[in-house]
């Protein structure tokens, strides 16, 4: 999954690897930043025959990682499919509806879909640990099509 297979070094002390596999497959990697509660980065290898076989909807919603304290995420919520507001991830615009962040994959669930049998990468993808607080239109738009 990485260039001459040397995991990357997270960019501070308290960062936490977290490996997404299952015992046949490795699915991504993620730097998560316990003290700011956001991911550093994420890892993940797709080929071109896998990039051409991805065909997966959204099914799920977000969820706390189980391998991080509590503490060390933001809550999760988990939006409701005929929501356009956003989710209220890391809070809004002083408690109101009218401003709100959505969550962006750093791993994309749509990459994991190229092994459509195993749907333990895609659902893993859906952690907090792997979400970026990203403006509403920032997130939505032409690139998803």
């Given at each position: 999954?990485?260039?001459?297979?040397?995991?990357?070094?997270?960019?501070?002390?308290?960062?936490?690897?977290?490996c997404r596999r299952t015992s046949s497959?490795?699915?991504?990697?993620?730097?998560?930043?316990?003290?700011?509660?956001?991911?550093?980065?994420?890892?993940?290898?797709?080929?071109?025959?896998?990039?051409?076989?991805l065909t997966s909807d959204r099914p799920?919603?977000?969820?706390?990682?189980?391998?991080?304290?509590?503490?060390?995420q933001v809550s999760h919520y988990a939006?409701?499919?005929?929501?356009?507001?956003?989710?209220?991830?890391?809070?809004?615009?002083?408690?109101?509806?009218?401003?709100?962040?959505?969550?962006?994959?750093?791993?994309?669930?749509?990459?994991?879909?190229?092994?459509?049998?195993?749907?333990?990468?895609?659902?893993?993808?859906?952690?907090?640990?792997?979400?970026?607080?990203?403006?509403?239109?920032?997130?939505?738009?032409?690139?998803?099509?």
């Amino acid at each position: 999954m990485f260039v001459d297979d040397v995991i990357p070094t997270p960019p501070r002390s308290d960062s936490t690897l977290l490996c997404r596999r299952t015992s046949s497959r490795s699915y991504f990697m993620t730097s998560f930043g316990n003290d700011i509660k956001s991911p550093d980065f994420s890892a993940y290898k797709v080929t071109r025959a896998e990039a051409l076989t991805l065909t997966s909807d959204r099914p799920w919603s977000w969820r706390k990682d189980p391998d991080v304290s509590d503490d060390d995420q933001v809550s999760h919520y988990a939006r409701s499919s005929g929501s356009t507001s956003g989710s209220p991830c890391w809070g809004t615009n002083g408690g109101s509806r009218a401003f709100s962040w959505d969550r962006g994959h750093l791993a994309p669930n749509k990459i994991m879909s190229a092994h459509p049998n195993e749907c333990e990468g895609q659902w893993q993808t859906f952690y907090v640990t792997n979400a970026a607080m990203q403006y509403d239109d920032m997130n939505r738009g032409s690139w998803e099509s």
